[in-house]
Structure formats: C-alpha cells, structure tokens
C-alpha cells in the first residue's frame, strides 16, 4: 500500500510537467510573470513531491525487509544493520520499536501531500494565469 501511496502522487507530477511547458509555450505564458513563477513554483514542488516519493518507496522496501524476519527485534536489527552498512544512518545505540518507524513513514507522507498540495495549486494557478 504504502508503494501505492508514493506512486500515484509521482506520476501526476511526472504527467503534469511533461505537458506543461508545450502547453505553456503554445498558450504565451512566458510573458506573464505570474504564470511563470507559478510554474516555477510548481516545478519546485514537483522535485519535492519526486523525492519524498522515492523514500517512500525505500522505506516500504525497509518494511519488506523487517517482515521476512520472524520477530519485529530482529527485523529492526536487520534494517538498523542495513542502513548502518549503507551509511545512511549510524548504529543505534538502542533499537527503535516498530511505532517509532511507522510513525516516521506516517510524517514522510504527509510531507509528501503537503509538497504535492502547493503542487497543484501552482499548477492551476500557471493555468488560470496564462494568456489566452
């Protein structure tokens, strides 16, 4: 679910900035200035969107891993060990419950819906911005 959940978000953008600039083009809107720092805007947002999507997707990969383990301590060691040989993260001193890591899966997502909300926004604002 959670691989849905990273997914959908990025493929609108993807959608929506492979159109933009030949809609943009075609319609003028590199005169407005209004329409151009939307899309500005809009671009920015896409790039966060893009990225968040992308540890979404690496921490459902995470939880996959943690649930071929037959306990949830040593799934989180294996993960915790894993992300230590990677050097994303040090070894933790003690082992983070289940809880924590869920709820840090929970605050990625809601960033990326924060980033995906002004991205559409500014989409339709370079939209209702554009000459016509």
Same mark, same amino acid.
């Not at 990225?51 to 989180?76: I, K, N, P, Q, Y």
């Given at each position: 679910?959670?691989?849905?959940?990273?997914?959908?978000?990025? &493929?609108? +953008?993807?959608a929506c900035d492979?159109?933009a600039?030949?809609?943009?083009s075609a319609?003028?809107?590199?005169?407005?200035?209004?329409?151009?720092? &939307?899309?500005?805007?809009?671009?920015?947002?896409? +790039?966060?969107?893009?990225?968040?999507?992308?540890?979404?997707?690496?921490? &459902?990969?995470?939880?996959?891993?943690?649930a071929?383990?037959?306990d949830?301590?040593s799934?989180?060691?294996?993960?915790?060990?894993?992300?230590?040989?990677?050097?994303?993260?040090?070894?933790?001193?003690?082992?983070?419950?289940?809880d924590?890591?869920?709820?840090?899966?929970r605050?990625?997502?809601?960033?990326?819906?924060?980033?995906?909300?002004?991205f559409? +926004?500014?989409?339709?604002?370079?939209?209702f911005?554009?000459p016509?």
């Amino acid at each position: 679910m959670l691989v849905k959940q990273a997914a959908w978000p990025a &493929a609108v +953008v993807i959608a929506c900035d492979s159109v933009a600039p030949l809609v943009a083009s075609a319609r003028g809107a590199f005169q407005a200035p209004l329409a151009v720092l &939307a899309l500005l805007v809009a671009s920015a947002s896409a +790039v966060v969107v893009l990225g968040l999507s992308a540890l979404l997707v690496f921490d &459902a990969l995470l939880f996959r891993l943690m649930a071929t383990h037959d306990d949830e301590v040593s799934g989180g060691a294996a993960v915790d060990d894993l992300l230590a040989r990677m050097r994303l993260k040090p070894a933790p001193a003690n082992k983070r419950p289940l809880d924590d890591r869920i709820a840090g899966t929970r605050r990625l997502l809601t960033r990326q819906r924060i980033a995906f909300a002004i991205f559409v +926004v500014a989409f339709l604002t370079a939209g209702f911005w554009m000459p016509r």
